[in-house]
């Protein structure tokens, strides 16, 4: 054996050990209705991205996974509502969904995942109005009557959540209601809500203390004033401290305070997994630049709820604004973004030089930090 082909080989079997070591779980599908093209999204952690494309009706991905996670599939295509199915995977496990429609979240999942069969009852239980929902979508009808629809819906939800196990599936419905509310000060349902999520804590197996913590904050948030108490001597802070400024001047009053420093600007919610990702993987590229002369600047809205922005916010260094709807909607607007994270950088001179609809990389970040800070 001569040294090229034995180095050949040692590179192969790195290869092959690396692949072993990597934990994987199989989703296959199919509906006769997809058409042939039909992007397929999937992954975990709150983020996704396109795996395979349908042929056939039939398609097929794998995903990198170390324990139990939630996983989430979508399709961009013809007839496809803007929805996902949720689907927990665990390594080594395949899951198989089927329908004869567009509509994948009313679709059959066969999966071993217990989990699984908790959100199967809850897809059952709930058909009809998730039905509604989607065609809705499809008609592109207003928010008002979609919200009309959630009402329903989650009403629903609620009425069968007590008789489920207490697993991570009826968590994750509970917590998508609880989150709802912060949106609806007229929520008609509180009570409820508030006797389920008792029995839920009541009855809920360990590992769920953080999950059940962020909805009990949910559901008995603190008040508005006692937050920007907390708040006041905080000088990276500005809770609703510029409620009076018009939205088309918000976005220059605060770069002002910036006056010769790059800034970087992130728009983020605490909803948002890819939001929350994105701070964790920049939090090292943050650390090796500080001394430089950047500003980071964090930018929420009331579709957080204020409790859990403050308590998020202690771990993600940098200047935080708590906007109105308004002036956030004005700034996303003049970012010509309609969805978040998204990201600008402005140079010392207070000009724009960089924009990003999704985390684009601590690389890309850097690069123009950097050149925005000379």
């Known amino acids: 054996m001569n040294k090229k082909t034995f180095i050949t080989m040692m590179l192969a079997l790195v290869a092959m050990t690396g692949l072993a070591q990597t934990k994987t779980a199989t989703v296959t599908g199919y ?72 509509l994948n979240p009313l679709w059959k999942v066969e999966s071993p995942i217990p989990e699984q069969q908790t959100q199967n009852r809850l897809t059952e239980y709930c058909h009809d109005v998730l039905k509604e929902r989607m065609q809705m979508a499809l008609a592109k009808e207003s928010r008002e009557k979609d919200d009309s629809v959630v009402m329903i819906l989650m009403k629903r939800q609620m009425d069968i959540l007590p008789s489920l196990p207490v697993d991570a599936a009826t968590i994750s419905t509970l917590y998508g209601i609880s989150r709802w509310t912060t949106n609806r000060k007229d929520f008609p349902y509180m009570e409820q809500l508030k006797e389920v999520e008792k029995a839920i804590a009541a009855r809920a197996p360990k590992g769920f203390e ?5 909805i009990h904050t949910y559901v008995y948030p603190k008040k508005e004033q006692q ?6 001597g905080n000088e990276t802070v500005f809770f609703k401290k510029y409620d009076d400024v018009a939205p088309e001047n918000i976005l220059q009053t605060i770069l002002d305070k910036y006056k010769g420093k790059a800034v970087l600007i992130d728009m983020w919610e605490t909803w948002c997994g890819p939001c929350r990702a994105g701070h964790k993987e920049m939090a090292p590229m943050k650390e090796q630049m500080k001394g430089q002369n950047i ?39 003049h970012f010509e973004s309609s969805g978040i994270p998204t990201y600008a950088i402005y140079n010392t001179k207070g000009e ?3 924009k990003s609809i999704g985390f684009p990389g601590n690389d890309v970040i850097r690069i123009e930090l950097e050149t925005a800070s000379k």
């Open 31 to 102: 509906s006769p209705a997809l058409k042939d093209g039909t992007l397929v999204f999937a992954g975990t952690g709150g983020s996704s991205h396109v795996v395979d494309t349908v042929q056939a009706g039939h398609f097929a991905y794998t995903l990198p996974v170390e324990e139990f996670t939630e996983s989430f599939l979508s399709f961009l295509g013809d007839g496809c509502p803007n929805s996902h199915t949720l689907i927990f995977l665990r390594p080594d496990v395949t899951v198989k969904v089927t329908g004869n429609d567009c």
């Open 210 to 214: 953080d999950q059940l913590a962020e």
């Open 227 to 232: 937050i920007a108490e907390e708040l006041s």
């Open 295 to 333: 500003q980071f600047i964090y930018i929420a809205s009331p579709s957080s709820l204020p409790t859990s922005w403050q308590k998020m916010i202690k771990d993600i260094d940098g200047d935080h604004y708590y906007l109105t709807e308004e002036q956030n909607h004005y700034i996303l607007n």
């Open 352 to 354: 724009q030089t960089y």
